[in-house]
């Protein structure tokens, strides 16, 4: 009985391992499978953007669907769509000037505001971390004509200036970073005062270093959404030379009359090439920042 009873402990010890690493396996197999499907219907619109990028007008249009093109029309696609009647190049560099423009006097706003929301005790602190979030609730468009009339007024319609000031102030940023900064040690900062520094330097000299993974986020965050926004670029701008990179695409589907859609992916795929080389160059900073902040 005492053999029997040791051997089917051994057993049942031994199979309960298997199991486990069967189970896990399962679970990995399913959970894998899964986002390899996501991924691929998030890739598929831009693998067809690309592919129909090289493609030559006639395949475009062909009745037979044929993935990858039978002769390929890439360079004069590409061609039409840097060298063609509207400026492609010059938005993108638009784009850049905008984006660059807007985050950098973002985080310059945001910064010190969520520190001040994080680390220093005022009255009112409580409501005015209420009102930050309440902003998060106001979409562009609610004050985008007092927003325009007092452009128009100031003559500054047609600016760089005019495409970026909205969004200067950033409530999504200071939110972020608040939440970032909460989980800095007060002992650092204490210590700091202790040394004689201005909440200033401690701010930009001490505070700032450790948050680049928030700011790196949060800057994938700011250049996707302007370099994508068409709505306030349209309303704000006429001017070809100042228009940003989704404002261009119209100017340039009018120019090429929409009908040359090798060149308008071409031209698609030039615009959006800057995002993912970006997020690329970003990425770990921009896990990071996600998957850090809040955490003590």
Not at 8 to 21: F, H, I, K, L
Not at 224 to 235: E, F, G, R, S
Request: hydrophobic fraction near 60%; aromatic fraction near 14%; proline fraction near 6%.
């Amino acid at each position: 009985m005492t053999t029997a009873a040791t051997y089917a402990g051994m057993r049942s010890v031994t199979v309960s391992p298997v199991r486990d690493v069967a189970r896990r396996i399962v679970s990995l197999f399913v959970v894998h499978t899964v986002l390899i499907a996501g991924a691929v219907f998030v890739l598929l619109p831009f693998v067809w953007m690309l592919i129909t990028s090289i493609k030559s007008p006639a395949e475009i249009f062909a009745a037979d669907f044929s993935l990858w093109p039978k002769h390929f029309n890439a360079i004069e696609n590409y061609r039409a769509a840097i060298f063609g009647k509207a400026p492609l190049l010059r938005f993108a560099l638009n784009g850049f000037i905008v984006c660059a423009g807007i985050l950098i006097v973002q985080v310059l706003v945001a910064v010190p505001c969520a520190y001040a929301l994080a680390k220093l005790r005022f009255p009112g602190r409580t409501a005015l971390l209420a009102l930050v979030l309440l902003g998060l609730c106001i979409p562009i468009q609610v004050p985008a004509l007092p927003l325009y009339m007092g452009l128009a007024q100031l003559g500054l319609l047609n600016t760089y200036f005019a495409i970026m000031m909205p969004f200067f102030l950033s409530v999504f940023a200071i939110f972020l970073f608040r939440q970032f900064f909460k989980s800095y040690p007060d002992e650092i900062i204490h210590a700091a005062r202790l040394d004689g520094m201005s909440e200033f330097e401690i701010v930009w000299r001490i505070v700032v270093p450790s948050a680049w993974p928030a700011i790196a986020a949060f800057a994938v965050f700011s250049i996707v959404a302007h370099w994508n926004d068409l709505y306030w670029p349209l309303i704000v701008i006429t001017d070809t030379n100042l228009a940003t990179p989704p404002l261009g695409m119209m100017f340039f589907a009018d120019a090429e009359t929409g009908s040359n859609y090798g060149a308008l992916t071409a031209a698609a795929t030039i615009i959006t090439a800057p995002l993912v080389i970006a997020f690329l160059i970003a990425r770990r900073r921009f896990i990071e920042g996600i998957t850090m902040t809040g955490i003590k």
